[in-house]
């Protein structure tokens, strides 16, 4: 059997500091006097610290950036309030960091439209991670729509004057029509765009109810696939002429008060008081 040896030490003895390696403290040169870190660090690596093309501001730079946390702004305006250097001098430096690919800037656009500046922070250029998408969930893409596209409407008339109002009582009327006939149920765009023509005929002295009766008068028995370009056409081509000009009604004659003759007192009418027709001595007749 083995015998127990009474030398042997209980347990592996640690390597007394400066017995077997003693630290040495170099003749020149920067001396380290480092402590562990265990809370409020971050993680550098030498090929920034000691990057050969990146300047000391770009440098600093990303040290700061690498070290804020998710969702912090780091945008030009706000390096600058942080740090003395301008705008002009930061902006460099970011282009520094954005070419050797230690910073990534895009635009994107946010749920509520506005366009922002994402900024990603990469700690070690060239690595096949990601960063997450903190603006929005993607979306997704809708299907391709193979329907036919829809034929364009032919063109209407349009009005000399097209008042707000005048618009409005044309898309009413239109979409009035298919009280008349079922088959003339127009969509909003398509009454939009017929409105126009409607007016015009209105504006050259045809009532609502007149238009209404040219255009759901003498309609095709066959079902009417495309009312609205049905409406359009005949818009265009029943277009009724312009009324015929009228020659504005002549001033009414003034009317004089009536009024007491001096001479005789009989009634006339003139401008001022005085004397009548017949009394009036200045006339040529009784001159």
């Not at 500091?17 to 020149?28: A, Q």
């Not at 804020?68 to 305006?77: F, N, R, T, V, Y």
């Not at 004057?161 to 003339?184: K, M, V």
């Not at 008060?257 to 009634?267: A, F, I, K, S």
């Amino acid at each position: 059997m083995d015998t127990e040896n009474p030398s042997a030490p209980p347990r592996a003895q640690s390597r007394i500091p400066g017995k077997n390696h003693p630290r040495r403290h170099p003749h020149s040169g920067v001396v380290h006097d480092n402590a562990r870190h265990t809370t409020r660090f971050t993680v550098i690596g030498n090929h920034l610290a000691q990057h050969p093309e990146l300047s000391g501001l770009a440098i600093g730079l990303a040290v700061y950036i690498q070290s804020l946390p998710a969702g912090a702004p780091a945008d030009i305006k706000t390096l600058a309030a942080r740090f003395p250097e301008g705008t002009t001098r930061i902006a460099a430096a970011l282009r520094e960091l954005e070419a050797h690919g230690y910073l990534r800037r895009t635009r994107v656009r946010t749920e509520t439209g506005r366009i922002v500046t994402r900024t990603v922070s990469c700690n070690q250029p060239g690595h096949q991670g990601t960063a997450p998408d903190t603006t929005r969930p993607p979306t997704r893409r809708p299907a391709p729509d193979n329907r036919p596209p829809r034929k364009k409407l032919p063109l209407v008339p349009r009005p000399t004057n097209p008042f707000p109002s005048l618009l409005q009582t044309a898309t009413d009327l239109l979409a009035g029509l298919r009280r008349e006939d079922p088959r003339l149920l127009l969509s909003a765009s398509d009454a939009e765009h017929l409105a126009p023509g409607v007016a015009a005929w209105m504006e050259r002295d045809l009532t609502p109810t007149a238009v209404r009766h040219a255009l759901t008068t003498n309609l095709p028995q066959e079902p009417l696939y495309r009312p609205a370009a049905f409406l359009a056409h005949r818009l265009a081509e029943q277009l009724p002429p312009p009324p015929p000009f009228r020659a504005p009604a002549p001033p009414p004659a003034v009317r004089h008060p009536l009024r007491n003759c001096d001479g005789c007192d009989r009634g006339f009418r003139d401008p001022g008081p005085g004397r009548c027709h017949d009394c009036r001595s200045d006339l040529p007749e009784f001159a």
